[in-house]
């Protein structure tokens, strides 16, 4: 029944390493992809 | 002592690592973040198509203009202003964007009809085309699913133009000349879409330009037509009138034959005299020889008469036979011959002259009417003249107009084949998407700190005099040196 002592300061879960990169991966995919539209947009 | 010395209202020097500490601590995100952003931007440049940009000058050349008489354009009740060079740009571009222009190069290049693929170069050069262009088709095929959600084939010919429509730039910078650019897959393709196009535009616009001279002339053409035929046709009329009353002109006629009544009725006058005077002479004959045949009836009475003689005396005296002479008998009787020979030419003369007298009275007493008829028609047919010879100048304005030899818009140059593609630009993509790239990223662990979402990156490091939480599993080992480091 007794808290168990310093889970309060805990730092929150993390999701693995890989994962990170692959979303990290992701959002850059996703952000040259915009950039590629917006140029050829503009003609280049 | 450092906390005395620093300035009140400055940043530490501890704040200032502060603020770079998540962009230290979540580097490797920042880097994977970029390093995709840039890698995937430069192979989307490979799966692009590549571009070439061909062009050609045009020359706006202001036209002259033939006109007879002083007219004004007008807009709206008031006159139409000039138009600058944006609006004349963006009526030649919209002109070449239209797909009566769009679809005559179309056809003339046969742009709908797609061109055969020959894959060459290295095996893997040939696989990287061809799967290029199979995930191009079930893009595609993919899209138009999701668009319509059914698959619609469509006309190569509208779908030609439509790309040729997205491909076409008209640049102008204040001037006469006009840039009209062209981007296709190949370059000497965009070359002759340049080429063509400017022929076409040039040609279209001698067109337009030609087409309402030709509607105008039309109809004034149908217009001169009736007011000729209307000439026509009152002309004749005149000239029936003058022929049919046998008159070149009525004032010189009625001048004339009034001078040949009056000379007639002069004569008449003459004639009426000189038959009074026959009259008289052919009377006193008359006289003259009934005395000679009482003389004669007297001196030698017949005898069935002499017992009348008796009884009535005569009613001449009495004259001796041998004064009457045969010679004056017969001269008497020649005479009295004459005179009535004489008298019955002068009457029929005279009759003759009444009759002619009587001829031109009538035909005087025609030549008003016919002259009311003429001045009406006269009337007329200067009326019309004057709407002929107005419409006239507009159709000789409209025929000019019509049969105008030049263009508005001349092609200065062909169009030279380009040598390198002018899309995509690797290293525009690269740079750009690595810039967005990096601000994303930074942005985004800067955003993610603040809030204190740890599920991607590592909470701030908080000032606590307690022992460190211990590592949760599974947390990357950098991670977890970093955060002891922050820590400690």
């Given at each position: 029944?007794?808290?168990?002592?310093?889970?309060?300061?805990?730092?929150?879960?993390?999701?693995?390493?890989?994962?990170?990169?692959?979303?990290?991966?992701?959002?850059?995919?996703?952000v040259a992809v915009l950039a590629s539209y917006l140029l050829r947009k503009i003609?280049f | 002592?450092?906390?005395?010395?620093?300035?009140?209202?400055?940043?530490?020097?501890?704040?200032?690592?502060?603020?770079?500490?998540?962009?230290?601590?979540?580097?490797?995100?920042?880097?994977?973040?970029?390093?995709?952003a840039v890698?995937t931007a430069l192979?989307l440049t490979?799966?692009?198509?590549?571009?070439?940009?061909?062009?050609?000058?045009?020359?706006?050349?202001?036209?002259?203009?033939?006109?007879?008489?002083?007219?004004?354009?007008?807009?709206?009740?008031?006159?139409?202003?000039?138009?600058?060079?944006?609006?004349?740009?963006?009526?030649?571009?919209?002109?070449?964007?239209?797909?009566?222009?769009?679809?005559?190069?179309?056809?003339?290049?046969?742009?709908?009809?797609?061109?055969?693929?020959?894959?060459?170069?290295?095996?893997?050069?040939?696989?990287?085309?061809?799967?290029?262009?199979?995930?191009?088709?079930?893009?595609?095929?993919?899209?138009?699913?999701?668009?319509?959600?059914?698959?619609?084939?469509?006309?190569?010919?509208?779908?030609?133009?439509?790309?040729?429509?997205?491909?076409?730039?008209?640049?102008?910078?204040?001037?006469?000349?006009?840039?009209?650019?062209?981007?296709?897959?190949?370059?000497?393709?965009?070359?002759?879409?340049?080429?063509?196009?400017?022929?076409?535009?040039?040609?279209?616009?001698?067109?337009?330009?030609?087409?309402?001279?030709?509607?105008?002339?039309?109809?004034?053409?149908?217009?001169?037509?009736?007011?000729?035929?209307?000439?026509?046709?009152?002309?004749?009329?005149?000239?029936?009138?003058?022929?049919?009353?046998?008159?070149?002109?009525?004032?010189?006629?009625?001048?004339?034959?009034?001078?040949?009544?009056?000379?007639?009725?002069?004569?008449?006058?003459?004639?009426?005299?000189?038959?009074?005077?026959?009259?008289?002479?052919?009377?006193?004959?008359?006289?003259?020889?009934?005395?000679?045949?009482?003389?004669?009836?007297?001196?030698?009475?017949?005898?069935?008469?002499?017992?009348?003689?008796?009884?009535?005396?005569?009613?001449?005296?009495?004259?001796?036979?041998?004064?009457?002479?045969?010679?004056?008998?017969?001269?008497?009787?020649?005479?009295?011959?004459?005179?009535?020979?004489?008298?019955?030419?002068?009457?029929?003369?005279?009759?003759?002259?009444?009759?002619?007298?009587?001829?031109?009275?009538?035909?005087?007493?025609?030549?008003?009417?016919?002259?009311?008829?003429?001045?009406?028609?006269?009337?007329?047919?200067?009326?019309?003249?004057?709407?002929?010879?107005?419409?006239?100048?507009?159709?000789?304005?409209?025929?000019?107009?019509?049969?105008?030899?030049?263009?508005?818009?001349?092609?200065?140059?062909?169009?030279?084949?380009?040598?390198?593609?002018?899309?995509p630009i690797k290293v525009y993509h690269v740079l750009l998407a690595g810039g967005l790239g990096l601000l994303?990223?930074?942005?985004?662990?800067?955003?993610?700190?603040?809030?204190?979402?740890?599920?991607?990156?590592?909470?701030?490091?908080?000032?606590?005099?307690?022992?460190?939480?211990?590592?949760?599993?599974?947390?990357?080992?950098?991670?977890?040196?970093?955060?002891?480091?922050?820590?400690?």
């Amino acid at each position: 029944m007794a808290e168990e002592p310093g889970s309060k300061q805990r730092a929150p879960r993390r999701l693995p390493g890989v994962v990170r990169l692959l979303i990290a991966a992701m959002f850059g995919a996703l952000v040259a992809v915009l950039a590629s539209y917006l140029l050829r947009k503009i003609g280049f | 002592m450092d906390r005395q010395e620093q300035v009140p209202g400055s940043p530490s020097p501890g704040a200032r690592r502060d603020v770079w500490e998540p962009l230290v601590r979540e580097r490797g995100f920042i880097v994977a973040f970029v390093l995709s952003a840039v890698l995937t931007a430069l192979a989307l440049t490979y799966v692009y198509s590549e571009k070439y940009e061909s062009y050609t000058s045009i020359s706006y050349r202001v036209q002259e203009v033939t006109r007879f008489k002083a007219q004004q354009n007008e807009a709206v009740g008031s006159p139409a202003p000039q138009a600058p060079f944006k609006v004349i740009g963006q009526t030649l571009f919209e002109v070449v964007r239209s797909d009566a222009v769009l679809g005559d190069v179309v056809a003339a290049l046969h742009l709908d009809e797609k061109p055969p693929t020959v894959y060459e170069g290295p095996w893997y050069k040939v696989w990287y085309e061809k799967t290029k262009d199979q995930v191009k088709e079930i893009g595609r095929d993919a899209w138009m699913l999701m668009k319509y959600g059914r698959f619609i084939e469509g006309d190569p010919t509208q779908q030609a133009i439509q790309d040729l429509r997205e491909n076409i730039k008209v640049t102008n910078r204040d001037s006469y000349i006009f840039l009209l650019q062209v981007r296709d897959p190949y370059p000497d393709r965009a070359a002759k879409i340049a080429d063509h196009l400017g022929k076409v535009l040039a040609d279209w616009l001698l067109e337009f330009d030609r087409q309402p001279g030709r509607s105008r002339a039309d109809q004034l053409g149908a217009l001169l037509e009736e007011k000729r035929a209307a000439m026509d046709k009152l002309r004749k009329e005149i000239e029936s009138l003058l022929n049919d009353n046998r008159v070149a002109s009525v004032p010189l006629e009625t001048e004339r034959l009034t001078v040949n009544l009056s000379s007639l009725q002069l004569e008449a006058s003459r004639l009426d005299s000189d038959i009074a005077r026959a009259k008289a002479r052919q009377s006193s004959v008359e006289g003259k020889l009934a005395i000679k045949q009482q003389i004669l009836g007297a001196g030698a009475p017949p005898a069935g008469a002499a017992a009348g003689a008796a009884q009535t005396p005569p009613a001449l005296p009495a004259a001796p036979v041998e004064y009457v002479q045969p010679d004056d008998f017969r001269k008497l009787a020649s005479q009295q011959v004459f005179e009535g020979v004489d008298l019955t030419s002068l009457v029929a003369k005279r009759e003759a002259l009444q009759a002619s007298i009587n001829a031109i009275s009538a035909r005087l007493g025609k030549l008003p009417a016919i002259q009311t008829r003429l001045d009406t028609l006269k009337l007329a047919l200067t009326s019309i003249e004057r709407d002929y010879s107005l419409l006239n100048d507009s159709y000789q304005e409209a025929a000019v107009r019509a049969t105008s030899p030049v263009s508005e818009v001349r092609v200065l140059y062909p169009a030279v084949v380009p040598t390198g593609p002018v899309a995509p630009i690797k290293v525009y993509h690269v740079l750009l998407a690595g810039g967005l790239g990096l601000l994303f990223a930074v942005g985004l662990v800067y955003l993610l700190s603040y809030l204190g979402i740890g599920i991607l990156f590592s909470p701030p490091p908080r000032a606590q005099s307690g022992p460190p939480a211990p590592a949760a599993a599974g947390e990357a080992p950098a991670s977890d040196g970093e955060e002891a480091r922050s820590h400690g």
